[in-house]
């Protein structure tokens, strides 16, 4: 008895430097998230609730009217907007990321660098530099739509200044940073599970979706939050290829903080785009615990069985 209380107290002095050592190092990502992200946040949800002031400023007391006024006015369809928008782009994403991160882990290994180089070699330029690269694609006047007009497309289609060409330039912004999880994911995908699918009597293609997809969800299941969430943001892209008819929120929210200088309607729609940005995140949280509880519920099944 004496020998395992020792032993007990060995581990507990064992335990404490090991939680110390992670606390410190943990300490100055803690000290980054909440100067940069909680501290922001909490603003910007005081914020909403305070009155504007004509000045421009921030009034005094709290109000509900800068919350009800937001979803009592016209701009609730923009929310909308921003939503659907930010939903298709990641749909697209993913289902273009999945067949080309197929690909590449199943090319051959010398292969794949040159293969994941290729895929982020674009990133290297300027983000707006891509994006005025795009302007000059989709122009009336761009050689893109002369040739879509020789090849029979109507006068009366303009490829610029429309929610298409926000989805496409974005999908275009967004599609390597899906492929990249959903790679990584594919990359530790025991690829016998195929060959033994079509052993069975699948085709390739159900092979595919049913052993293949559900292999790499937690590949899937990144992706969507690295692309839905910034999209739900995005400002620059709408900004310079949708034009006034394809404004998502984040235009919204530059006009009212520096164009009207309504910061309390500005904090406003922030907070509702901070709430559409947890909610996935929140979501996928949710779904990674209860995976986390069903694999510790089989594994001590398992033990016990043993």
């Not at 923009?78 to 590449?104: D, G, H, M, N, Q």
């Not at 979501?283 to 615990?289: G, H, P, Q, S």
Request: glycine share 8%; aromatic share 12%.
């Amino acid at each position: 008895m004496d020998g395992n209380a020792n032993l007990k107290n060995l581990s507990r002095g064992a335990i404490k430097p090991r939680k110390i050592t992670e606390v410190l190092l943990s300490l100055p990502t803690a000290l980054w998230l909440a100067l940069f992200f909680v501290i922001p946040s909490v603003l910007i949800f005081t914020i909403a609730f305070r009155p504007s002031d004509i000045g421009g400023g921030i009034g005094g007391g709290w109000t509900l009217q800068t919350l009800s006024g937001v979803f009592s006015s016209n701009y609730v369809f923009i929310l909308w907007r921003t939503i659907w928008v930010s939903a298709v782009v990641t749909v697209i994403c993913i289902v273009a990321a999945i067949p080309v991160a197929y690909y590449i882990a199943c090319a051959k290994r010398a292969w794949r660098p040159w293969l994941l180089l290729a895929l982020v070699l674009p990133l290297w330029t300027n983000f707006l530099i891509r994006i005025f690269a795009w302007r000059l694609v989709l122009h009336p006047d761009g050689l893109f739509r002369k040739t879509l007009l020789f090849f029979g497309m109507p006068d009366d289609v303009f490829l610029l200044n429309n929610v298409g060409a926000v989805i496409a330039v974005t999908v275009y912004t967004y599609l390597p940073f899906a492929i990249l999880p959903i790679y990584a994911a594919a990359e530790k995908f025991n690829f016998s599970l195929l060959e033994a699918a079509r052993d069975l009597g699948a085709g390739k293609f159900k092979a595919f979706c049913s052993m293949f997809i559900p292999g790499i969800k937690k590949g899937i299941i990144t992706a969507f939050l690295i692309v839905f969430i910034p999209s739900l943001g995005s400002y620059a892209i709408p900004e310079l290829v949708g034009g006034i008819s394809s404004e998502l929120i984040g235009n919204k929210i530059a006009l009212k903080a520096i164009g009207n200088r309504n910061l309390p309607e500005a904090a406003a729609y922030a907070a509702i785009l901070a709430t559409l940005i947890l909610m996935p995140i929140f979501a996928a949280l949710i779904f990674n615990r209860r995976n986390l509880k069903a694999f510790l519920r089989a594994r001590m099944g398992g033990e016990g069985g043993k």
